[in-house]
């Protein structure tokens, strides 16, 4: 018997599940992946959220755009990562874990030099930054892989942990994100090789408080700065980390396997872009669309038109695998795990996209009703609290508990854990609904501000938490085989949170009601919490409490 002798970088023997090859060979292995495979999703996390951050500096630096166009470029960026998690989904049986993991952390550096370069232009057309926000999804395709990949090495009772520790720890991209873009605005990273800086026309900030306005900003390194982490990563990926041929049958570690394995990650990638960017330039308004369908049509025709393509543009082996993984669709737990996970990662990347940009408009004018026009008028707030000083934290948060969740759900079950947290976010967001009512009707929104953050804080300590529980009931739910699948297709449709979140709260506050956005959040929890109790934790459940 092979006891997990390596033909190069491709594991030939993977037993997890048998004790003495457990923890004889396969716990060194399977977290020395798990160990290379955090820091790759968390840069894969930063590039993706960075719109988030880099939407409120240009509007603090006067690029010539509104504050719609800018809530565009995050839901942009939102609904590409989202859809490329549908092809990555199934890149680990196609191509590999290694080869997966190494070449879509590679891909990052092109969306974080095109970014780089754009923000040095603001007299660039709007459809370039969109252009580089659509290509930042590569970094939201990247969760569900190494999702799909860390569960293959962990035995069935230590995957919540591991995949609590993968999702938690990547996850800490966005708060990364959220903190090092703005502190490395602040001083000239690269010099003369990564151009001139520009000054700030209104107020900015970063954690350590307010920056004033008139400071030169080098925002261009909110693209720049993650060639400092992705070129040695990327390296450590490829020497690292291994395949499963227990997983990839068709995978060694040959250079022709490895060439193959590098034009289907591409290939699957490049079909997802194509819905992606039609379906946007179908819902995009004009200039740069036709603005044809609103957001609840285009959505769902981008995801069916995705699974289409990859079902019809597959060839060789490639079309039989993804017609076996295909078979998920067939499971009504698929369905019922993927609205749970809509709740807690939906809501998670939702509100990390969506936070900055609205703490800005709200917060950053005073509100004052002018009854003689019978409209609401929006000044510059003195006392306005800078979002990107407080924007990190809700995310922090969320990504800091996710480990918690998934080792509370193997000794309690998840469902419980994810009923529990369910309720929670019904509060919170109704809560945060009325809240940002009170403040976008006050001349001085900034004295509702705390009450906001804290109920934020609340709602990103659930979603985590919950992150964590639903992920380790889908580990108990499926085999190893359909677990990767359905886990990559769940956190997919759960990234739309990304796109759904700034639209939903941008269109709300463009029309002076950003309260209704978390009402209907609410109302959709608490759905959700009626679904986990049928499936799960009522008397004749499918399964009980997994």
């Known amino acids: 018997m092979n006891t997990g002798k390596a033909s190069g970088a491709t594991l030939t023997d993977w037993r997890p599940e048998d004790e003495q090859f457990w923890e004889s060979t396969g716990k060194r292995t399977a977290y020395r992946n798990l160990w290379i495979s955090v820091p790759a999703l968390l840069c894969g996390f930063a590039v993706w959220g960075m719109w ?12 010539p755009f509104s504050q719609a166009e800018l809530f565009t470029l995050t839901a942009i960026a939102g609904l590409a990562g989202a859809t490329m998690r549908i092809p990555a989904s199934f890149l680990i049986r196609l191509a590999g874990g290694r080869n997966t993991i190494f070449l879509t952390t590679s891909m990052l550096l092109a969306p974080a030099i095109g970014t780089g370069i754009a923000l040095q232009h603001p007299e660039w057309p709007l459809w370039v930054f969109q252009l580089m926000a659509l290509w930042s999804g590569v970094g939201g395709g990247n969760f569900a892989s190494s999702m799909s990949n860390i569960g293959t090495f962990f035995p069935k009772r230590l995957q919540g942990t591991a995949l609590g ?71 450590l990926c490829w020497f690292g980390m291994n395949n499963l041929k227990t997983v990839t049958p068709d995978v060694n570690s040959s250079l022709g396997s490895t060439i ?19 379906g946007l330039y179908l819902y995009l308004p004009a200039p740069t669309g036709l603005g044809l369908l609103n957001m609840w049509v285009a959505m769902p025709l981008i995801i069916v038109a995705t699974l289409f393509t990859m079902k019809l543009a597959a060839f060789g082996p490639m079309k039989d695998n993804i017609a076996k993984q295909f078979a998920i669709f067939k499971d009504k737990h698929t369905w019922s795990m993927t609205a749970l996970y809509i709740v807690t990662f939906g ?29 609401w008028l929006h000044a510059k707030n003195p006392n306005a609290p800078s979002a990107l000083t407080y924007a990190w934290i809700g995310p922090f948060v969320g990504a800091a508990v996710r480990p918690i969740g998934g080792w509370i759900s193997d000794k309690v079950g998840g469902s419980i854990v994810t009923q529990l947290i369910s309720a929670v976010m019904v509060f919170a967001s109704a809560a945060v609904g009325y809240v940002m009512l009170q403040a976008y009707q006050s001349a001085t929104p900034e004295q509702h501000f705390l009450t906001f953050m804290l109920l934020f804080v609340l709602l990103f300590t659930a979603s985590g938490i919950g992150n964590g529980s639903t992920f380790r009931t889908i580990a108990v739910i499926f085999d190893r085989q359909q677990a990767g699948p359905v886990l990559g297709w769940s956190s997919a449709v759960a990234a739309y949170g990304a796109f759904v979140a700034p639209v939903v709260i941008g269109d709300q506050i463009k029309t002076g009601s950003p309260q209704f956005a978390f009402y209907g959040f609410s109302v959709f929890y608490a759905l959700c919490l009626m679904l986990n109790w049928w499936f799960y934790l009522r008397k004749n459940a499918y399964v009980k409490n997994p």
């Open 347 to 375: 809501s998670f990347i939702g509100f990390s996209m969506a936070l900055p940009l609205s703490i800005t408009v709200i917060f950053g004018s005073t509100h004052t009703f002018d009854v003689a026009t019978n409209t």
């Open 165 to 235: 520790l993968n999702a938690g720890l990547g996850n800490f991209g966005v708060t990364t994100m959220q903190i090092v873009i703005p502190l490395v605005m602040t001083v000239s990273l690269f010099g003369a090789y990564a151009g001139a800086p520009m000054t700030l026309v209104k107020d900015s900030g970063w954690i350590f408080g307010k920056i004033a306005a008139g400071t030169p900003t080098w925002v261009q390194n909110a693209g720049f700065a993650w060639l400092l982490s992705l070129v040695p990563l990327s390296v």
């Open 52 to 63: 988030g951050i880099i939407t409120v500096q240009m509007l603090n630096l006067g690029f």
């Open 260 to 278: 193959s394995a590098f034009l289907k990650i591409i290939w699957l990638y490049t079909l997802s872009f194509l819905p992606a960017g039609i």
